[in-house]
């Protein structure tokens, strides 16, 4: 259907009305999409612990219900996020669930925080009221004299700083001055490739520090550099590692002034690092990998052409020489070389022993080119390998499970008999018969306790063969676009239930059975 | 009885000093009543309230930024005289706005702290204090340590004004023209003080720590009381006024965290009971009350450091909103011409700014060199030592809203969050082999103007700590402040001599001035004053607020002495002054007295809080089985019973002072190894073994033993 990707681990989600839901994340986002669009997003310091669904205001639209890390509980419109309801427990919320607790035929929001503490809420029709909060004028003159204030502290402002004799004269800078930024990658490094993002002004003006905000690839939500005072230069490089191929969105905040300034200008800059920024491309030909993916797309070269300028971090852009195309990339950091090969006859091939990237370029190609349904042929000989162990481990953990289940349950049946001999002996008070049946079940308990730890173990190996496999199937699917892709997943679904692995690694090969 | 208040907004003023807002007397003592304000931009404005809005009588031009605003009369009379300081100068308005009085002191610094009474005039700035009675000088004193705040008290028999000077090495003065000085010793740093009642020679002072107390200047001079703060703010301002309408004057409060307190003086306890609180967002600049909007409710208000002007009326909510035709339903053609008023202002501005902007780009890109200035951002800042946690607070107030801070240190610190703060805290990976100890971004939510953030130090750690703020203003714009953490970051100034200590000592010797010794000192300890001693010899004493250490400083050109029974105190020392004599090439010469008995006293001090913390964790550890245990229907004993009765204690103090335990491990690992140094041999080898000895500790006995077997 669709696929989002956020900038944590998402903890949390819940239905909303029609189209709607919301989310929470690990790092005290929420937020709520329409479909695939984000209607909107909120970070706080606190972790939201659950969202929930429930029109506390009875305007017949669920509103997004949140209980966060520190025993608040939000109530927010679900189109724009605006705050309507809240409370605050003494501790973190535990969860929130919804139902007609007191049967009266409605549903109540109930709260239970982690202490034990449970409130329960009812619509309340008066928080939709148009003027709901009593002091509304008040807040509305309190908004229009901050809004003042801050628009005489600007005017004021530009009249000083267009007033040149000014005494403070470490805070200026040049008005021309201009920052710029260079995104390279960076594989002088060779233990942690990178890129690195070059900052640097256009004239003597220093850098002091650099603020880059962005989700997801650092440890927090920002990383700052900040240079010892006797290395104030004119530029300054951030390295940055992204995650996985995703486009990252960085906004950064450089300080701008002289070498001993107290006072700075705020540069703001925001650059989007292409979706494949860590494949880096190479001169020459190479010697291509045995495995490759091949399809049709019928779409003029051009635009192929584009979508690489768009998609990858090129030094130039590629232009067209003659009919065919073929790129040379070394995925960093591990190295592999991938292999994009343009024919003329409208056959796009890439080489690449990993399968999972081969399937993200796909994917970012098909929707660059909105291809609605993409047929491919592949050959990946190293995950066929990879499926056939897999699968031979699944059989074999499958027999052993059988095996095992069968020892336990005639173990069991001991059991039985033992307890049975055990209270028997007892009755007709025969202390030796009690010594000798009680010796045997604790036997018999130890026994099925070790293989209950041996099945343990083997339902571990099983899930995470099961795992693998299924992740391969995803990764295969992903070089399909649309129906293919939807097909493929449900023929290898079929086949793994039918243990036919021929049957499988034709479909990874052809897309069809 | 319970006092509820309700805020009603008034105006923004603009940015303001401390004690900059007062309200006048009405002659007949009905009616409502008139208000003045001095502002950083130097307006003064005296107006009443009329349904809310601001009634103007006068407003002066703009001019130098007022410090303090006080008010005046002759003797006997209303007090109803309106005089501002600014720079040096005094200036007197009467009630009409009519300029009556510019006198210009002979104050070499900004006039700071002002107080009047009849015809007698006292000011002072950081260290200087003059009394001028008509215009003439009368007195002149200078103070080596910061002036805080100055007040006169009454004087019913005609003996001659005298003055209470506050003062940071936490003294209150009692000065006057004819008599000698009285000093009053209190336990904190006084922020502000107030008078506690006309007849007796009573002052209330306010203190840095949020502590209140009461000093009698009286037959035998002594603080009365001390109602500890609790970890609330600096106090800012203090007023008497009878809220209750009960006929007993409460005391009204203002903090620099923004809560406004209002206590009442119960004749069956010995201290003041908090009656009402109110938290807002910004530090309390002054704190006034009387009838300012209706004429039968008593009113409290309020100015703060962005400019909010404030009341906080015992008014109830719907009566107000009845006067001013504010609700839900029917907001009134005044109310909204009022809103109609301030957008059309508004409106009017943002066309001019957007002039302005256009202007500014415009420059900017004809004009290659132009250059830009950055407008100076105001900045409220404080870096204070809380003792009873050991920690600093840093907190930051802009008149704008901050859009971001970024924390970096030079030195090894750790960051406590503050549940007040909502903004978004983010640690940076850096390294301190490129001097970057710590990097921290808080994103701020809007509006947001101050921000307060916990710095935990460590003893023998110096290095600066630098704040880089950046409000959402245009053009976008940043300044760095810097705050220094001192090597012994944790002491503080105490008058308590606790003679009976076993002190080890360190003297000095060699070819320096006062004034240089001085300054060393100034290096290793906080609160050292400005000015070099002006008697030939210096006398400072310290607490270290986490270990109960004492420390004394006695020093004059050629020699210095300190004593400790803190050996770590004495290392440290002794490492920063070597070091700043070499690098200034004074040749010194050192000794060190070690006190056989100090090691074991010390582990003395330090075994009740290792105790405590141990216990602490333990019962930490113990909370969930208990709570299992209780669930299953166990009785328990009364001992695990009460420790599960204080569950909220543990888990409260086991969240406010993280990693306390490891903070006290590695004093004592501190310690050993600098008394390894001063016996001439290295420690170091030995500190695996005391690590496991900590981990087993319970009687300070082991470790003692431990310590002298080297």
């Not at chain 1, 450089?254 to 200008?265: E, P, V």
């Not at chain 2, 880089?468 to 001192?486: A, D, E, G, H, N």
């Not at chain 2, 390894?676 to 009687?699: P, V």
Request: hydrophobic share 40%.
């Amino acid at each position: 259907m669709g696929e989002l990707t956020e900038t944590e681990a998402v903890t949390s989600l819940t239905p909303l009305q029609k189209t709607c839901f919301g989310y929470g994340l690990s790092n005290g986002t929420i937020g709520v999409y329409e479909k695939l669009q984000r209607l909107w997003r909120i970070k706080s310091k606190n972790k939201a612990i659950t969202v929930f669904n429930y029109d506390i205001d009875g305007d017949g639209l669920d509103e997004l219900i949140i209980g966060w890390s520190n025993g608040k509980v939000d109530g927010r419109n679900c189109r724009t996020g605006e705050v309507v309801f809240k409370d605050n427990f003494s501790s973190a919320v535990a969860g929130i669930v919804a139902g007609d607790y007191r049967l009266n035929g409605g549903r109540d929001l109930i709260c239970c925080s982690v202490t034990g503490e449970v409130r329960g809420y009812q619509t309340n029709k008066v928080l939709r009221a148009p003027g709901r909060r009593v002091n509304y004028g008040h807040d509305a003159v309190r908004e229009l004299f901050s809004k003042k204030q801050n628009l005489l502290l600007e005017l004021s402002n530009y009249k000083e700083s267009s007033n040149q004799a000014a005494e403070v004269v470490k805070a200026k800078i040049p008005m021309q001055t201009k920052l710029q930024c260079v995104v390279a990658l960076n594989e002088k490094d060779l233990e942690k490739p990178h890129i690195d993002v070059t900052l640097f002004t256009n004239n003597d003006t220093v850098i002091r520090a650099v603020l880059v905000f962005c989700e997801g690839i650092f440890q927090g939500e920002s990383h700052v550099l900040h240079p010892r005072d006797w290395e104030l230069t004119r530029s300054v490089t951030v390295p940055i590692t992204p995650v996985s191929n995703i486009p990252v969105d960085l906004h950064i905040k450089a300080l701008i002034g002289q070498i001993d300034s107290t006072n700075f200008h705020l540069f703001e800059l925001s650059r989007q690092l292409p979706r494949f920024a860590m494949l880096q491309l190479l001169k020459g030909k190479h010697e291509k990998p045995k495995s490759y993916s091949t399809f049709i797309v019928k779409e003029r070269i051009q635009r192929i052409i584009l979508w690489v300028n768009q998609n990858f971090l090129l030094q130039t852009e590629v232009t067209l020489a003659g009919l065919e195309l073929e790129l040379f990339f070394k995925a960093l950091p591990t190295n592999k070389l991938v292999v994009f090969c343009v024919g003329s006859d409208n056959k796009i091939t890439i080489f690449c022993d990993n399968m999972g990237l081969v399937g993200e370029i796909t994917q970012s190609l098909a929707n660059f080119l909105n291809v609605n349904d993409l047929e491919a042929r592949a050959e990946f000989p190293n995950v066929e390998e990879k499926m056939k162990m897999l699968m031979h481990n699944m059989v074999e953990l499958n027999e052993v499970r059988l095996q095992l289940s069968t020892d336990m349950a005639s173990c069991l049946d001991s059991i039985r008999s033992h307890v049975i001999r055990i209270e028997d002996a007892r009755i007709i008070e025969d202390v030796e018969g009690v010594l000798k049946w009680t010796t045997a079940l604790a036997t018999c308990n130890s026994d099925i306790l070790k293989s209950y730890k041996v099945r343990n173990n083997n339902h571990e190996d099983l899930v995470k063969s099961l795992k693998q496999i299924n992740k391969c199937i995803e990764q295969s699917s992903k070089l399909r676009v649309g129906k293919p892709q939807a097909r493929l997943v449900e023929l290898c679904r079929a086949a793994v239930k039918n243990n036919n692995v021929p049957a499988i690694l034709r479909i990874f090969k052809t897309g069809i059975n | 009885m319970e006092l509820v208040l309700n805020r009603i907004d008034y105006s923004l003023v603009g940015p303001t000093s401390r004690h900059t807002m007062k309200i006048l007397p009405n002659p007949d003592g009905k009616g409502l009543q008139r208000i003045a304000i001095g502002g950083h931009d130097g307006v003064v404005q005296i107006f009443n309230i009329k349904k809310s809005t601001l009634v103007h009588s006068f407003k002066s031009l703009p001019g130098a930024k007022i410090n303090r605003l006080e008010l005046g009369g002759m003797k006997d009379h209303l007090q109803d005289k309106v005089f501002i300081a600014a720079n040096n100068e005094v200036r007197g308005y009467n009630k009409k706005g009519k300029l009556f009085l510019a006198f210009e002191t002979t104050l070499t610094e900004p006039i700071q702290h002002m107080t009047i009474s009849g015809s007698d005039l006292m000011v002072a700035s950081f260290h200087s204090f003059q009394h001028y009675f008509d215009c003439v000088e009368k007195l002149n004193a200078t103070f080596a340590d910061k002036i805080t705040d100055i007040i006169n008290m009454p004087s019913p028999n005609n003996e001659g004004v005298r003055t209470v000077i506050a003062c940071e090495d936490r003294t209150l003065r009692l000065v006057s023209e004819k008599r000698q000085a009285v000093v009053v010793e209190i336990g904190s740093r006084p922020s502000c003080l107030q008078l506690a009642d006309e007849e007796d020679l009573h002052v209330l002072f306010g203190a840095q720590d949020g502590s209140i107390g009461l000093v009698s200047f009286g037959f035998n001079a002594q603080v009365r009381w001390v109602l500890e703060g609790g970890g609330s703010g600096c106090v800012n301002c203090m007023v008497h006024f009878d809220m209750s309408g009960d006929g007993q004057r409460e005391l009204i409060v203002g903090r620099d965290d923004g809560l406004i307190e209002v206590f009442v003086y119960d004749p069956m306890q010995e201290l003041p009971v908090k009656r009402a609180s109110y938290a807002c967002t910004e530090s309390i600049m002054s704190v006034q009350a009387g009838f300012v909007s209706s004429p039968e409710h008593p009113e409290i208000i309020a100015v703060t450091y962005t400019g909010w002007f404030f009341g906080l009326t015992t008014e109830s909510k719907e009566s107000i909103n009845l006067r001013q035709g504010d609700g839900p339903t029917n907001m009134s053609s005044e109310m909204q011409e009022r809103l109609q008023q301030l957008r059309l202002e508004i409106d009017e501005i943002e066309q001019k700014v957007v002039r302005e902007r256009e202007k500014y780009k415009q420059t900017t890109q004809t004009r290659p060199d132009a250059l830009s200035i950055v407008p100076k951002i105001e900045i409220n800042e404080k870096f204070t030592l809380i003792p009873n946690e050991a920690v600093y607070l840093l907190s930051i107030e802009v008149q704008t809203p901050i859009d971001n801070v970024l924390i970096q240190s030079e030195t090894p610190l750790r960051i406590l969050d503050v549940e007040r703060n909502s903004a978004v805290v983010s640690h940076s990976a850096c390294d301190p082999e490129m001097g970057n100890h710590l990097l921290v971004t808080y994103r701020c939510q809007v509006n947001t103007t101050r921000l307060e953030v916990k710095v935990q130090t460590t003893e023998g750690q110096a290095g600066q700590l630098r704040a880089y703020v950046t409000v959402s203003m245009q053009p976008k714009c940043c300044r760095l402040i810097k705050f220094t953490v001192r090597p012994l970051s944790l002491h503080q100034r105490s008058h308590d001599l606790a003679l009976d200590r076993p002190y080890n000592s360190l003297r000095l010797t060699g070819a320096f001035s006062l004034a240089e010794v001085h300054s060393w000192i100034g290096m290793c300890v906080p609160e050292v004053p400005d000015k070099v001693p002006l008697t030939s010899e210096g006398v400072l004493s310290y607490k270290n607020s986490f270990l109960d250490t004492v420390l004394h400083c006695v020093y004059a050109k050629g020699k210095a002495e300190f004593k400790s029974d803190n050996m770590s105190t004495i290392a440290v020392l002794k490492d920063v002054l070597t070091k700043e004599a070499t690098a200034k090439s004074v040749d010194l010469d050192i000794s060190c007295e070690i006190h056989p008995e100090s090691t074991a006293w010390m582990l003395g001090l330090v075994h009740p809080l290792l105790a405590k913390q141990r216990q602490l964790g333990a019962e930490n550890a113990l909370l969930a089985p208990l709570h299992e245990l209780q669930q299953q229907g166990v009785t328990l004993p009364a001992n695990y019973q009460s420790i599960l009765d204080s569950e909220t204690e543990i888990v409260e103090n086991m969240k406010s002072q993280p990693a306390q335990l490891e903070r006290l491990k590695s004093i004592i690992c501190d310690l050993l190894v600098d008394i390894g140094k001063f016996r001439g041999g290295n420690a170091r080898g030995r500190l695996a073994q005391l690590r496991d000895l900590l981990e087993q500790y319970t009687h300070p006995d082991t470790l003692i033993d431990f310590f002298l077997m080297a």
